[in-house]
């Protein structure tokens, strides 16, 4: 199995916080968010190789962050990308890395989450299923599920509806950027993306994916900060200066 980390974007929505460091390598109490996710993905014996896309703008701040540590087998992919608006996107970024994949089984996880809880048993749960399975979290706010992908699952978890951004939220469960995809799933991300799907949005593939597939959810708890903007970030450095994190 390989994990993909996507870590491409130029988060235009943090500017100028970010016009010179790349999100994830951001420090959350001390250190870069980056380092607390591959910390995480090591910890799974399953995961043979770590992908990070990355673009060419932000490769300097990866490779030196990469040759300051002793990751083993990961890779960086290079979008070609220099500005906002030559960026592949999450998506295509996923398209963009398939070949790196050697036809295994991908975690894929977004570079900005920052989180307290462990992967292991997640992986454990996708392969018993042999099927897409995709974190979920509570939100615990109607008016924060507006911000991401809402989904309704059935009493076996099974995603049975899945929305992005929706303006009338009917849940607080939401789905967050941790997906496990079976390599012959995974490559409908192709099929999406020439049937006009979008290119940036990993949510909206999901939710594509549900019509197409059984793909099914896993509950999280504990601590989960999407870095998405400048008070999302700061209350993870704050929280995070505060706690052990394990």
Known sequence: MRALVL??????????ITLEVAKPLLEVAGKPALDYLMEKLLRIKEVDAVVITI?????PQFRN?????????????????????EKLGAVAGIANA?????????LIVAGDNVFDFDLNDFVKRFIELNKPLIGLYDIKSLEQARRYAVVEVDSSWRIRRMVEKPEEPWS?????????????????VEE?????????????FIAWLVQQREVYGYLFSGVWFDIGDATSYTMADRFFKNQTFT
């Open 55 to 59: 673009n060419k703008r932000f490769e």
């Open 172 to 188: 607080t469960l939401v789905a967050i950027c941790i997906y496990a995809l079976p390599f012959k799933d995974l490559l409908l």
């Open 192 to 204: 999406y993306l020439r049937k006009g799907g979008s290119r940036d949005a990993p949510g909206r």
């Open 7 to 16: 870590a491409g974007g130029f988060a235009k929505r943090m500017w100028p």
């Open 98 to 106: 398939l070949s790196k994949l050697k036809g295994q089984d991908c």
């Open 65 to 85: 962050w990469l040759e300051a540590r002793n990751y083993g087998n990961v890779e960086l992919i290079v979008e070609e990308a220099t500005r906002e608006e």
